[in-house]
T-cell receptor, first 114, second 113 residues
Framework: EAQVTQNPRYLITVTGKKLTVTCSQNMNHEYMSWYRQDPGLGLRQIYY???????DKGDVPEGYKVSRKEKRNFPLILESPSPNQTSLYFC?????????????FGPGTRLTVL | AQSVSQHNHHVILSEAASLELGCNYSYGGTVNLFWYVQYPGQHLQLLLK??????LVKGIKGFEAEFIKSKFSFNLRKPSVQWSDTAEYFC???????????FGQGTTLQVKP
């Protein structure tokens, strides 16, 4: 079954404690991205990756890092989380074929930073 | 900068009422348009999409949307809503052939039984 998986699904942490949210897709997609969802703001892109070892900033990259060492995985790293990073995070992937294609979203990770 | 605007933030309807959710985008070039739905506690699911061709597109669960290029709009419609349609709805635009989706703020739909 084609899918994007994220772990953990729920996480409560404290300010400054480094954390990683994993994302994995089984569709051999080149493009992967991270979004955060906040009430009244919709989804905003944090980082994206066009392929292995190719990453770039989205609209709200401050406080986040990513890496793309393998095609299937795209972890999101918060080196020193702060309360304003409390949010719902979605990973997404899509193929980079000739035309536009549909993005597949993971189930979401609800992060609370105290 | 490109942006997507959803006019209705919170809509409350009774079952069997008709639904129309507005979506406008700001970009003059080629766009691909999407509506996603997020049921309570679940992840985003694609409702329908427009890439080219017939501007009236039909999606799952009886939803449809009409792309009106002159108005930069992509409104979502359903003739008769059900309680199970209670969810948050997001309009999104993919500009050119990039992978980035620009989302609207979302509309929360509450359907009363």
């Amino acid at each position: 079954e084609a899918q994007v998986t994220q772990n953990p699904r729920y996480l409560i942490t404290v300010t400054g404690k480094k954390l990683t949210v994993t994302c994995s897709q089984n569709m051999n997609h080149e493009y992967m991205s991270w979004y955060r969802q906040d009430p009244g703001l919709g989804l905003r892109q944090i980082y994206y990756s066009m392929n292995v070892e190719v990453t770039d900033k989205g609209d709200v990259p401050e406080g986040y890092k990513v890496s793309r060492k393998e095609k299937r995985n795209f972890p999101l790293i918060l080196e020193s989380p702060s309360p304003n990073q409390t949010s719902l995070y979605f990973c997404a992937s899509r193929a980079l074929r000739g035309g536009a294609d549909t993005q597949y979203f993971g189930p979401g990770t609800r992060l609370t930073v105290l | 900068a490109q942006s997507v605007s959803q006019h209705n933030h919170h809509v409350i309807l009774s079952e069997a009422a008709s639904l129309e959710l507005g979506c406008n985008y700001s970009y003059g070039g080629t766009v691909n348009l999407f509506w996603y739905v997020q049921y309570p506690g679940q992840h985003l699911q694609l409702l329908l999409k427009y890439f080219s061709g017939d501007p009236l597109v039909k999606g799952i669960k009886g939803f449809e949307a009409e792309f009106i290029k002159s108005k930069f709009s992509f409104n979502l419609r359903k003739p008769s809503v059900q309680w199970s349609d209670t969810a948050e709805y997001f309009c999104a635009v993919n500009v050119g052939n990039t992978g980035k989706l620009i989302f609207g703020q979302g509309t929360t739909l509450q359907v009363k039984p």
